[in-house]
């Protein structure tokens, strides 16, 4: 093997890894990479425009294809706006590597220009691992083990700081084959024991969620839970981890939920956690599944053993992936005539809290809009939601059957909705991409415009503009009521802004100046942004902004 560069070796690396597409900020801290970019015309370099909106684009093309996110940021200033996407793909259990350049290695330890120390600064828990490359020879051996970390178990980001004199140290390493992840399975002991408790139940639950569900892991999921008539939920933005037009699904845990969902849960005799941590959100701030000792029976099964028994004492916990869990469940038979009543009460209550309905008339009415959304949605449509109060609509009303996705931060990081449309638009060309934002998170990355533009990505973005940080208002009415500070809003003319990118743009003052604007940008195949000027009043799907006072 002949001598090359260590950016050629890395990016020899990622090729043999599959990498098709990388998210950047470019920088002069790993200019041998980008060089050897160059010659890699099988890779796709997206060039964004804010290392935030680089490595929010990488963790929803992770999120949406399985692949690990590949983002490119330079040292200081660039990794620490690189570090809100990691810190989402961490609680999102994403897989992800961030690629750092860093100072060269005879100025490190001096506060170089730009010098931090990223195996510090990532390390876990915000990370599963951070590391430096210190020699050009060490670079198939290290990626190797970071595609490794990224995959196996429960995933998530890994942080690789690349030294910029090692990047143009020559060696005649041999790139290794890539990593195979690693899946565990659950012994069938395991299933006995599943079986023996499920059966014992009169009001039986599923949570599922995680970041790991393929569609063939939830066809079989879903074989199973029809069979048996088990009544399934799924975690805060997990919405598409089960069809919900299924017999079997009641709903979705978060932070719009119905009280009645949540009072199942408290109800239920033993309840099945499949994929997911069980997180503060998911659990109303662990109170409708007390920890550390449930009310409820409960078996976890999650593909990471350091997280058993971590929040949660068990009944029975199960290391394993959701794939293989889904693939023992295969053949699985229960006798389900004690929760039959119980599933079916729960799938009604579902049904109805789903159905649109308009309290009260607003100038435009989110109610309306969301209806006419539905209607128009093609079935692989692939949703993105920022964070934020307009986002009940979409998770709440959508019905989300694959291949339609959703891609959302159960982080709750604002800013995530733009750049999540652009990858999802980049990664699936063919398919609608719709984006769900508050002016306020549109504001934090918006600029990401300029990237689909570049990119020939058409996602639609809907900025719900209210003037407000409506969610940080919603809790201040609540429990600081007619004391209001520091969520008051000044905002351009978002139609305006987009059309200065090259976008198409229209704005909605009224209800039924929607459907026309949004089947204009679902035929024109252009990225299009709406923004639609709601009443700050219609500030959730059940309240009122002026009902919230204390």
């Keep these: 093997m002949k001598k090359r560069s260590g950016g050629n070796i890395l990016i020899e690396s990622l090729r043999a890894h599959s990498v098709k597409k990388i998210f950047c900020v470019p920088g002069e801290s790993y200019l041998d990479a980008l060089d050897a970019l160059v010659d890699a015309n099988d890779i796709r370099v997206i060039t964004c425009r804010q290392e935030g909106g680089a490595s929010f684009m990488a963790e929803a093309y992770a999120k949406l294809t399985g692949l690990p996110g590949i983002c490119f940021v330079t040292r200081g200033p660039g990794a620490c706006n690189a570090a809100i996407g990691v810190h989402t793909a961490m609680q999102d259990s994403t897989p992800m590597i961030l690629l750092v350049g860093q100072v060269a290695r005879d100025q490190m330890g001096r506060e170089a220009f730009q010098e931090i120390d990223y195996r510090n600064m990532f390390a876990p828990p915000i990370t599963k691992w951070a590391v430096q490359i210190e020699n050009a020879a060490d670079i198939p051996r290290i990626m190797n083990e970071a595609f490794e970390a990224a995959t196996t178990g429960r995933p998530g980001p890994v942080v690789v700081a690349l030294p910029e004199d090692m990047l143009c140290e020559d060696s005649d390493v041999t790139v290794a084959a890539p990593h195979q992840t690693a899946h565990f399975a659950p012994k069938p002991h395991d299933i006995d024991r599943l079986k023996d408790i499920v059966q014992s139940a009169q009001k039986p639950l599923f949570i599922i969620g995680g970041g790991s569900w393929t569609d063939d892991a939830i066809e079989k999921f879903e074989d199973f839970c029809f069979a048996n008539k088990l009544p399934v939920i799924t975690g805060f933005r997990r919405q598409d981890a089960f069809h919900n037009s299924h017999d079997s ?111 009260d008339k607003f100038t435009v009415d989110l109610d309306g809009v969301i209806e006419d959304i539905i209607n128009e949605l093609p079935e692989d449509a692939i949703i993105t939601t920022d964070a934020g109060n307009f986002s009940g609509w979409p998770q709440r009303f959508i019905p989300y059957n694959r291949p339609m996705r959703l891609l959302a931060p159960t982080s709750g990081a604002m800013g995530y909705g733009a750049p999540a449309a652009v990858a999802a638009s980049i990664a699936c060309p063919g398919r609608v991409v719709v984006g769900f934002m508050g002016d306020g998170g549109f504001m934090m990355t918006g600029q990401e415009i300029a990237t689909a533009m570049h990119e020939g990505a058409h996602p639609i973005w809907l900025v719900f503009n209210n003037g407000m940080y409506g969610t940080i208002r919603m809790h201040q009415e609540k429990h600081y009521p007619d004391r209001v500070s520091a969520t008051e809003l000044t905002n351009p003319d978002f139609v305006a802004l987009a059309k200065s990118y090259g976008a198409n743009a229209a704005l909605v003052e009224k209800t039924e100046d929607f459907l026309p604007a949004f089947r204009h940008a679902i035929a024109s195949k252009k990225p299009t942004l709406i923004e639609v000027r709601m009443d700050r009043q219609q500030i959730t799907t059940t309240k009122k902004l002026s009902e919230l006072k204390a």
């Design 249 to 359: 699904y009641i709903g979705v845990l978060g932070t719009t939920v119905d009280a009645k969902l949540l009072e199942a849960v408290k109800a239920a005799d033993v309840i099945v956690a499949v994929g997911t941590r069980l997180g503060e959100i998911l659990t109303q701030g662990y109170t409708i599944i007390t920890a550390p000792v449930p009310a409820q029976r409960l078996v976890h099964i999650y593909p990471d053993a350091s997280e058993l028994n971590k929040v949660y004492k068990t009944e029975l916990a199960i290391h394993s992936s959701v794939t293989e869990f889904a693939k023992a469940l295969q053949g699985v038979t229960l006798d389900s005539a004690n929760w039959l009543d119980w599933t079916h009460g729960l799938r009604d209550r579902y049904l109805d809290w789903t159905m649109v309905r308009s309290r």
